[in-house]
């Protein structure tokens, strides 16, 4: 038996979300089963007091609240955590097969800044959204998920690239092509593709009198082997994607956590494309959070109050001190695995945590006598962001970057610290309810 059976549910639900599309899927399902209500931007709301609800938009970005006791009409505090569902990937191009030689290759496009290397001599799947038209001539959408290795990228041997330890870099175009299969001397390779796609699309439920003509897709290869946790002590969590699963994942389990109560509202954003920028319309930078809060409150003077009011954290992984490359690391703020939550810093906006929201966090987790630590990039070395700063932006709102040190971040195969997991997720539901 498990020693850490909520664990246990947040590495199945990262093996079942290979794509964005998969992981609001299971996040739509489990907040349904705790008697969370499914809202559509299409209708007018109707919200009740007490009540947990959810919105989704594109099927890949999906945000969950729990309405206050009080009514929204009266000040209200939000308690908003961010998060995104993306991870770097390879994705397939609208004609995705191709012939080289005598063998039939994918043609993907990079999506992200993935550890590319990372992806060679992997078993890779392939999953996502595929639409197509019904026997009654209406556009259907259906997530399928391949599961089985179905593809490989193989390296070339050391003796024929003698450069393969001083720094390789594959040619993103020529030999990123994961090997599919043999090629037939008359086989055409988008018939090939369609006809894969049908029997998945009717291996996965569609009747196959329904599945009159495949339309588009959105899909993208991830590695087979599933998360896990390794060590002496079982003490880390390994695996694809938790750049940033695991936040989306121990964000919606402080969710469910949470009573109702008088005037606070917590909120969990899960969003879309921030590994690209952010800058769509189911992403961070786009308007689907201001969308929501709108509509809860309707009224421009109250919306500005509560925002005044609010708190955010952004909750993305951070970069965990590596033994072996100490010196690309600030040793003087750089965070330790298993040593707590970090709060990220950056003077030059990067990250939103500031005096004010950081030492109300740290506050926070010292109540509840929670580890925090620090993390700073080197001053000779660029910083990457969240969605902190665009969200705090747009909405006016206090906020600070939080998250779980990793090793490895954006390779095919992170690594974070199990206890690291379990503090952030208490300090999570702490957030929630002051």
Same mark, same amino acid.
């Given at each position: 038996?498990?020693?850490?059976?909520?664990?246990?549910?947040?590495?199945?639900?990262?093996?079942?979300?290979?794509?964005?599309?998969?992981?609001?899927?299971?996040?739509?399902?489990?907040?349904?089963?705790?008697? +969370?209500?499914?809202?559509?931007?299409?209708?007018?709301?109707?919200?009740?007091? #007490?009540?947990?609800?959810?919105?989704?938009?594109?099927?890949?970005?999906?945000?969950?609240?729990?309405?206050?006791?009080?009514?929204?009409?009266?000040?209200?505090?939000?308690?908003?955590?961010?998060?995104?569902?993306?991870?770097?990937?390879?994705?397939?191009?609208?004609?995705?097969?191709?012939?080289?030689?005598?063998?039939?290759?994918?043609?993907?496009?990079?999506?992200?800044?993935?550890?590319?290397?990372?992806?060679?001599?992997?078993?890779?799947?392939?999953?996502?959204?595929?639409?197509?038209?019904?026997?009654?001539?209406?556009?259907?959408?259906?997530?399928?998920?391949?599961?089985?290795?179905?593809?490989?990228?193989?390296?070339?041997?050391?003796?024929?690239?003698?450069?393969?330890?001083?720094?390789?870099?594959?040619?993103?175009?020529?030999?990123?092509?994961?090997?599919?299969?043999?090629?037939?001397?008359?086989?055409?390779?988008?018939?090939?593709?369609?006809?894969?796609?049908?029997?998945?699309?009717?291996?996965?439920?569609?009747?196959?009198?329904?599945?009159?003509?495949?339309?588009?897709?959105?899909?993208?290869?991830?590695?087979?082997?599933?998360?896990?946790?390794? =060590?002496?002590?079982?003490?880390?969590?390994?695996?694809?994607?938790?750049?940033?699963?695991?936040?989306?994942?121990?964000?919606?389990?402080?969710?469910?956590?949470?009573?109702?109560?008088?005037?606070?509202?917590?909120?969990?954003?899960? +969003?879309?494309?921030?590994?690209? #920028?952010?800058?769509?319309?189911?992403?961070?930078?786009?308007?689907?959070?201001?969308?929501?809060?709108?509509?809860?409150?309707?009224?421009?003077?109250?919306?500005?109050?509560?925002?005044?009011?609010?708190?955010?954290?952004?909750?993305?992984?951070?970069?965990?001190?590596?033994?072996?490359?100490?010196?690309?690391?600030?040793?003087?703020?750089?965070?330790?695995?298993?040593? =707590?939550?970090?709060?990220?810093?950056?003077?030059?906006?990067?990250?939103?945590?500031?005096?004010?929201? #950081? #030492?109300?966090?740290?506050?926070?987790?010292?109540?509840?006598?929670?580890?925090?630590?620090?993390?700073?990039?080197?001053?000779?070395?660029?910083?990457?962001?969240?969605?902190?700063?665009?969200?705090?932006?747009?909405?006016?709102?206090?906020?600070?970057?939080?998250?779980?040190?990793?090793?490895?971040?954006?390779?095919?195969?992170?690594?974070?610290?199990?206890?690291?997991?379990?503090?952030?997720?208490?300090?999570?539901?702490?957030?929630?309810?002051?």
């Amino acid at each position: 038996m498990s020693d850490n059976p909520r664990l246990d549910g947040l590495i199945t639900r990262i093996n079942q979300s290979p794509t964005p599309y998969h992981a609001t899927q299971v996040a739509v399902t489990r907040l349904l089963e705790r008697g +969370f209500v499914q809202l559509d931007e299409q209708e007018t709301w109707s919200l009740e007091e #007490g009540k947990g609800y959810l919105v989704v938009r594109d099927g890949s970005s999906f945000i969950a609240f729990i309405t206050p006791k009080a009514p929204l009409e009266q000040p209200t505090q939000l308690r908003l955590a961010g998060a995104h569902t993306d991870s770097p990937s390879l994705k397939l191009k609208p004609n995705p097969l191709k012939k080289k030689r005598d063998q039939l290759v994918w043609d993907v496009e990079v999506y992200g800044s993935p550890i590319l290397t990372s992806w060679f001599d992997r078993d890779l799947s392939l999953a996502g959204l595929v639409s197509y038209l019904d026997r009654a001539g209406s556009v259907q959408y259906q997530l399928i998920d391949f599961q089985s290795a179905i593809s490989r990228i193989p390296h070339l041997a050391i003796h024929l690239n003698k450069e393969s330890n001083n720094g390789y870099a594959p040619h993103r175009h020529e030999e990123l092509n994961p090997i599919f299969a043999p090629a037939g001397e008359e086989e055409e390779p988008q018939q090939r593709f369609f006809d894969l796609l049908r029997q998945q699309l009717v291996a996965q439920g569609v009747a196959e009198e329904e599945l009159q003509q495949i339309l588009d897709w959105d899909l993208s290869f991830y590695d087979t082997q599933p998360a896990a946790r390794s =060590g002496m002590k079982s003490e880390w969590l390994t695996g694809g994607r938790l750049d940033n699963l695991l936040s989306c994942f121990t964000g919606l389990e402080a969710l469910l956590d949470q009573p109702s109560a008088a005037q606070t509202l917590p909120m969990l954003a899960c +969003f879309d494309h921030e590994e690209v #920028g952010s800058r769509s319309a189911v992403g961070a930078d786009g308007s689907f959070i201001e969308a929501v809060l709108r509509r809860l409150f309707a009224d421009e003077a109250l919306f500005r109050q509560n925002m005044a009011r609010a708190r955010m954290i952004s909750v993305d992984n951070a970069h965990g001190f590596h033994p072996n490359f100490a010196a690309k690391q600030d040793d003087n703020n750089m965070p330790r695995m298993g040593q =707590g939550v970090v709060l990220k810093y950056n003077a030059n906006q990067r990250y939103t945590t500031h005096a004010r929201s #950081g #030492g109300w966090f740290k506050a926070l987790c010292a109540q509840e006598k929670l580890p925090t630590q620090a993390f700073t990039v080197r001053s000779d070395m660029g910083c990457g962001s969240t969605i902190g700063p665009t969200v705090a932006a747009r909405l006016g709102i206090s906020s600070l970057d939080i998250g779980v040190p990793s090793w490895a971040m954006h390779s095919i195969r992170e690594t974070a610290a199990v206890s690291d997991i379990q503090t952030l997720l208490a300090a999570w539901a702490h957030f929630y309810t002051v």
